[in-house]
């Protein structure tokens, strides 16, 4: 399975401080990309990688993803109580997009 | 754009009963998906159309579920007859994506909670 997993699955931080969240998976990709998850709501799509593609930043975030090792990061800087929400990974490779079971980040004030 | 949207947002059934969730995708998006989120299996890919063809529906549990997509606008997921296992939330989403790449960004409905009793 391509399935990613997040690493932590729950992390929790302070306001201001920079959260970490990492995925794995087991088969080659096309792309990955980042989802959020607010409490109650829908995915929400934060980024997408491409398989070609090693760095790329989106505001606070800094997605990274190193092929050689299956493993992607979502960085996200200078925390506000506004990003507590669940962040998945979701990789495509031969199928539509298959998502991790995520990371539960809190950023507390 | 509404976004993806989802009927009901919330339902509380029976077991035994049927129960029909409906989705209307962003206008124009070629894809739609359904998946279901429960703790303990997380986000699972249920079934997904291609210009209303459905493409993949592998991820259909049982039997019981049922997915179809009539036109571009509108599709629905059936469970026939409900179990109390069925209990998640159900999120319909659509992307732009043709058949040859079919693998987009996904834009996500709000979801539907189903309770079954």
């Known amino acids: 399975s391509q399935q990613g997993e997040e690493d932590p699955q729950a992390l929790s931080i302070q306001e201001g401080e920079n959260a970490t969240m990492n995925c794995s998976y087991k088969?080659?990709?096309?792309?990955l990309q980042w989802y959020r998850q607010n409490s109650g709501r829908g995915l929400v799509h934060l980024i997408l990688?491409?398989?070609?593609?090693r760095e790329k930043h989106s505001g606070r975030l800094r997605v990274t993803l190193d092929t050689s090792k299956k493993s992607s990061s979502l960085l996200i800087t200078a925390s506000r109580a506004a990003d507590t929400a669940s962040y998945f990974c979701a990789t495509e490779g031969n199928t539509p997009l298959v998502f991790g079971k995520g990371t539960r980040l809190s950023v507390i004030a | 754009d509404a976004g993806v949207i989802q009927s009901p947002r919330h339902e509380v059934t029976e077991m035994g009963q049927e129960v029909t969730l409906r989705c209307k995708p962003i206008?124009?998006?070629?894809?739609l998906f359904w998946y279901r989120q429960t703790m303990m299996r997380g986000l699972e890919l249920l079934i997904y159309?291609?210009?209303?063809?459905?493409?993949?529906d592998s991820g259909m549990p049982e039997d019981r579920f049922s997915a179809k997509m009539p036109n571009a606008s509108f599709s629905t997921l059936k469970i026939q007859p409900s179990e109390p296992r069925d209990s998640a939330v159900y999120f319909c989403?659509?992307?732009?994506?043709?058949?040859?790449?079919?693998?987009?960004?996904?834009?996500f409905g709000p979801g539907t909670r189903l309770t079954v009793l």
């Open positions: 159309f291609n210009n209303n063809v459905p493409i993949d």
């Open positions: 088969t080659s990709i096309n792309n």
């Open positions: 990688i491409r398989s070609n593609e």
């Open positions: 989403a659509s992307s732009p994506g043709s058949w040859f790449n079919i693998t987009d960004t996904q834009y």
């Open positions: 206008s124009g998006h070629n894809s």
